[in-house]
């Protein structure tokens, strides 16, 4: 590459996105990140012994509405159409996920029709949350979406290991997030588009990145590296989607994550627990969830046959400055914070920030996506 035109800082779903996109329009782009390897947050590692996909930051299941974002990935890699589920562990049973019939039957041990379904969880919902009265915490969103009953089995004690904190003092915008269905549908996501790519997720980065136009240097953090190497540099636009905080060094305070460890162990048997992830919805254990990572490609017919399998407990735990950011927690103390930082960056003239570090914003890969292809590259 002879010349410079952009430079993109961090290479994850939103940074490789841009500058593909930056590529194509005939700009010489230099990609920065700070890890060893590129793909951000969804980069996985393949186990040698059994060849399972390991979602090293929790699992990553691709699920779009839309065109756009379906068509741009699809360029790149295939999808093995599969569908998500999430069971339920509670009281030594389980239950398919979402709320829904299947779950409502299931725990009631009743046989509502899809009409009925309404009608009786509002009746539920009724005894807590008068009907009418807007919810105003997470709490009370969940108990007037399902009930009191179904929001102690499978959403409080959840809640709390997941934040941290009583569901009473969390958004209420957290929950909606769940689906809920009048239906038997037991997948996860409404979204019929969906699946983990064939050739797995590393793929798709390696492909977006492979472009004459443009050139990749892991190992370097942006912030730091402006201030030496790349000072001559400092008049070409940036695309940041490092934290927003981190770019102005916390100078107001750093926003709050939320952060997970995870537990990965080798176990000698073919299949776990029969499905890529169950979720733990009592204070019993301290994980939320276990991950099995070898249900996500049942089209691997080796590897799921292969006697050994790989699990992952995921830990919630609270978020330090240095510790890997996952979750955003925007209550109104945070979007004041948000708020200063983003007056800061509309002084800056040459740089655009994105991403879910960027924005400070929950994203699922399609919406990352779907932002990175809104920006502005003139
Ligand atoms: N949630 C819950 N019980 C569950 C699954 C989710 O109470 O079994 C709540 C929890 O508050 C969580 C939110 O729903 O933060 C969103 O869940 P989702 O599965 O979308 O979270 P993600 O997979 O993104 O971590």
């Known amino acids: 590459m002879t010349s410079i035109d952009a430079v993109v800082a961090g290479a994850g779903l939103w940074?490789?996105?841009?500058?593909?996109?930056?590529?194509?329009?005939?700009?010489n782009v230099l990609v920065l990140e700070k890890r060893p390897v590129v793909g951000g947050n969804v980069r996985c590692e393949t186990d040698p012994a059994t060849g399972i996909e390991i979602h090293t930051y929790g699992s990553h299941i691709f699920h779009t509405h839309l065109d756009d974002v379906w068509d741009f990935v699809n360029r790149f890699i295939s999808f093995?159409?599969?569908?998500?589920?999430?069971?339920?562990?509670?009281?030594?049973?389980?239950?398919f996920l979402p709320l829904g019939l299947t779950l409502v039957n299931q725990f009631y041990g009743i046989n509502l029709t899809p009409s009925e379904l309404p009608a009786f969880i509002a009746n539920e919902a009724s005894r807590d949350v008068p009907q009418g009265v807007t919810p105003s915490n997470f709490e009370e969103q969940a108990i007037s979406?399902?009930?009191?009953?179904?929001?102690?089995?499978?959403?409080r004690d959840?809640?709390?290991?997941?934040?941290?904190?009583?569901?009473?003092?969390?958004?209420?915008?957290i929950i909606r997030r769940l689906p809920v269905r009048t239906s038997y549908d037991v997948n996860y996501f409404s979204d019929y588009r969906q699946g983990i790519p064939l050739t797995g997720y590393n793929s798709l980065f390696d492909r977006l990145l492979n472009h004459p136009n443009i050139t990749v240097q892991c190992?370097?953090?942006?912030?730091?590296?402006?201030?030496?190497?790349?000072?001559?540099?400092?008049?070409?636009?940036?695309?940041?989607?490092?934290?927003?905080?981190?770019l102005f060094g916390y100078k107001f305070g750093a926003l709050e994550w939320r952060s997970l460890n995870f537990e990965v162990e080798r176990v000698n048997c073919a299949d776990y627990q029969g499905t890529s992830v169950v979720n733990y919805t009592l204070a019993d254990v301290p994980w939320t969830r276990i991950h099995e990572y070898k249900h996500y490609h049942p089209e691997q017919k080796d590897v799921m046959a292969h006697p050994e399998t790989i699990i992952c407990k995921e830990f919630p735990k609270k978020w330090e400055l240095g510790d890997e950011p996952y979750y955003s927690v925007n209550n109104r103390e945070t979007d004041e914070l948000l708020a200063k930082y983003k007056q800061e960056a509309a002084k800056m003239s040459n740089i655009t920030i994105g991403g879910r570090l960027g924005e400070y914003k929950y994203y699922d890969m399609d919406q990352s996506i779907a932002r990175a292809l809104a920006v502005d590259l003139t």
Request: aromatic share 14%; net charge positive; glycine share 10%.
């Open 15 to 27: 940074g490789c996105t841009v500058a593909r996109r930056l590529a194509e329009s005939g700009r």
């Open 219 to 246: 190992d370097t953090d942006w912030l730091t590296w402006k201030e030496g190497e790349g000072k001559a540099l400092s008049h070409l636009p940036v695309f940041y989607s490092g934290p927003i905080d981190a």
């Open 145 to 155: 979406f399902v009930g009191r009953p179904l929001y102690e089995a499978f959403i």
């Open 158 to 173: 959840y809640t709390r290991k997941q934040w941290g904190r009583d569901p009473k003092e969390l958004d209420a915008s």
């Open 80 to 95: 093995n159409g599969y569908q998500h589920k999430v069971l339920a562990r509670y009281k030594g049973k389980t239950y």
